[in-house]
Structures are given as C-alpha cells and as structure tokens.
C-alpha cells in the first residue's frame, strides 16, 4: 500500500489572514529535517539518567551572548548615572567589601531595580513564549490576549481602593488569574485553538480597558494620578522586596517549563501529530497557559503591566538562534536583556528627565509591530 501527502500550504491559503494562519515556519524541525540538503547534524544532547536535553549548538551559542549581553548592560546600568561608580567598586560593594557610598548606592538603591528588571524581563519573555508556541503565531503574547489588562485592572481597583503595596500585588495576580479563566473558558469549545484564544483575548482585552479608564474617571484625582502612574510600568523605586516574590515563582514555575518544553515543541506541529506521538494535548495546554498567566500576573505584580517584552522576546530570541520553533530559555534571557536595556535608556536617553520603562518598551514594541505587520504582508 502506497501512502502519499498533499502539501496544503497553498499560496491561496497563505494570503488569507495572515496573521492568524498557521505557517509552516513555526513547525519545530525533525531529527531528519537537514538530511533534504545533505547535512545532517544531530544537536549535542545532556543526558542525566533517563532525562536527555538536546543542546543545539547554534542555540548554545546564542544563549551565551544574550546573556552576555544582559550582563553588559546591568554594569552600565549599576555603573552610571548621577554618581559614577567604577566596575571595580560595583564588585566589591556586591560583596559587601566597597566604600560605603559604593555600597549605599549599588546594593540599595541600583541593584535591585536591575535585579527586579532581569527577572520580570524573563518573566516576561517566558509568559509570551509558552503563548505563542501554543498560538502558533507572533501575536499570542499576553498584551494581546488579554492577560495583562486583567492584572493592570486588579492593580488599579487596588490602588483606588487604596491597598497597600502587597495588596496592588495580590490584586494584579489575582486580576491576570481572572482573566484567563474568563478567557479560556469563551475560547474553549471541543479544545482551545489558537485564533479562537487570540481573538477572544482581544475583545476581553478591549472590555478590560474601557473598565479602567472608568474607573480612573470616577476615582479621586490623586487615586488616578497614581493609578495612572503604575500602569504605565516602571522599575523606579523597586527592591529587594519586589525581585524576591519574582525570583521565587521564577525557580518553580522554570522546571515546569522545562517540562513543557517537548510537548510544546510537538503541539507546534499540530494537535494531531501530538496526540500521534502521545501528548495529551487540552492537559498540556491547560497546564502551559496556567504557568505563563502565573508568570504575567507574578510580573505585572513586580513592575506593573510593561508591554511588548513578552511579545518582542520571543520572535528576537527566535531570529537569534534561526530556530523553526519557540525557544523558552533563549525567550527569556532575550527579555530580560531588553527590558534592562529599556529601563537603562528610559533613564539616559532624556536625562535629567527619566521615563518609566513602560513608555521605552511601548516605543519599541510599537515600531517592531510595524515591522512585523510589513513583514507577514510580503
């Protein structure tokens, strides 16, 4: 018996809603995929008893950068600003043997806005890899779906009620919690396909806004300047007390992402192809969406809703390594790079007048939006 296949990515079918198809770009590649061109390359592989991590080499490579990168700029970062101080200094005072001023100013007040910045920065970055492997598209990121409008709406009835600090984070995280549940359960219908949850992320993302400008209309004038303020997103005035919660949720939520990562790899493929090869799809994805909603909700709560990180991220940490597919570690490495990055020009670029990252991130998400419509119309 013969069996043969039909390509059915036609040029038709590619030019119809193009940024809510299912491309075959996004298709992680097999273990055969370079033997059509005659170089095979089989990716190193870490193996701890019956566990094996596949280390693709290019992947390796690029993951150092980016976090050499980030390293790089957190100097700068720790270096610079009113009070110079030198990158000799900057080590000793993160071991607690620099001058005193050395240390009043890096181990107070500098790093832990930079430590804050590197974990929701991959925070960030994780939350819209995991969506957009399960999405298959560049626009399933939490900005969109509405993930992030659920916490910024939790933070500002939070602050208008007028909570603590702890209570606007508990808010938040309870908001993005909310919303994927309300999400989730409009999108589901026989399973959770990816347009379906994008499209109604957006219309419960619009709902979400409009609820927040009325309620910053109908609050006290201070209550919404405040309000105002924190859902632009910023790290200025973050400590350790903002880093830790992050840093915890990072270092439960990381090995289940590790988990995830080869059944997200194969779902990419197609609901069918995974259930195929043994991957039970709806428990998977459910599981996937509740870590990346927990690492927005556990983010937004740190800095407030900083867009376009979780977006940007992953497709950047994707064109770095040239891979067919989402990568999770490469994605938040790349986001937290970029949001240091952002948050270090937000407070140069304008100096003496700094902005909050919020804005920084929205200028160059905006602009990398523009490029990525330009791109998927060609």
């Known amino acids: 018996m013969k069996i043969t296949s039909r390509r059915t990515d036609t040029p038709k079918a590619r030019r119809t809603n193009p940024l809510l198809r299912v491309t075959s770009r996004t298709a992680p590649a097999t273990e055969t995929s370079h033997l059509a061109n005659g170089s095979p390359r089989t990716p190193a592989a870490l193996r701890l008893g019956s566990w094996s991590l596949r280390l693709p080499p290019r992947g390796l490579a690029a993951g150092a950068a980016v976090t050499f990168l980030g390293l790089a700029v957190s100097l700068v970062a720790l270096s610079t600003g009113e009070f110079t101080v030198p990158i000799p200094d900057i080590v000793a005072a993160l071991f607690g043997e620099g001058p005193p001023v050395a240390e009043l100013i890096v181990s107070r007040l500098r790093a832990p806005r930079v430590v804050t910045g590197l974990l929701v920065g991959a925070a960030f970055g994780l939350s819209g890899a995991i969506l957009q492997s ?16 659920g916490a910024s709406t939790g933070g500002i009835a939070a602050v208008i009620l ?3 600090a702890w209570q606007i984070a508990g808010a938040s995280l309870a ?16 399973g959770v396909q990816g347009y379906r949850l994008i499209l109604v992320g957006i219309g419960i993302g619009a709902l979400l806004v409009s609820a927040d400008w009325y309620m ?10 405040t309000a ?6 910023s790290l200025s005035g973050r400590g350790w007390e903002h880093a830790i919660p992050v840093a915890y949720a990072l270092a439960v939520l990381l090995p289940v992402c590790a988990w995830l990562s080869r059944p997200l790899r194969m779902m990419e493929m197609g609901d069918d192809a995974a259930k195929a090869a043994g991957i039970r799809v709806e428990p998977v994805r459910a599981t996937a969406i509740a870590v990346a909603v927990l690492l927005c909700g556990v983010a937004v709560a740190a800095a407030g809703p900083v867009i376009f990180v979780a977006m940007a991220a992953p497709q950047l940490a994707r064109r770095i390594t ?4 989402v990568t999770l570690l490469t994605s ?22 700094q902005l909050p990252v919020g804005i920084m991130t ?17």
């Open 322 to 325: 040239r891979s067919p597919g």
């Open 228 to 233: 105002g303020a924190w859902i632009t997103g």
């Open 216 to 225: 910053l209309t109908r609050a006290d004038i201070n209550d919404a300047a």
């Open 332 to 353: 938040a490495l790349t986001g937290a790079t970029l949001l240091v990055g952002a948050d270090l020009a937000a407070q140069r670029v304008f100096a003496p007048v």
């Open 134 to 149: 399960l999405t298959r598209n560049p626009l399933g990121s939490p900005d969109f779906i509405g993930f992030t409008a």
């Open 162 to 164: 007028g909570g603590t």
């Open 362 to 378: 929205a200028a160059i998400g905006g602009i990398y939006l523009v490029f990525l419509l330009r791109r998927e119309r060609r």
């Open 175 to 190: 908001g993005c919690v909310l919303s994927a549940l309300v999400v989730y359960a409009l999108a589901y219908r026989r």
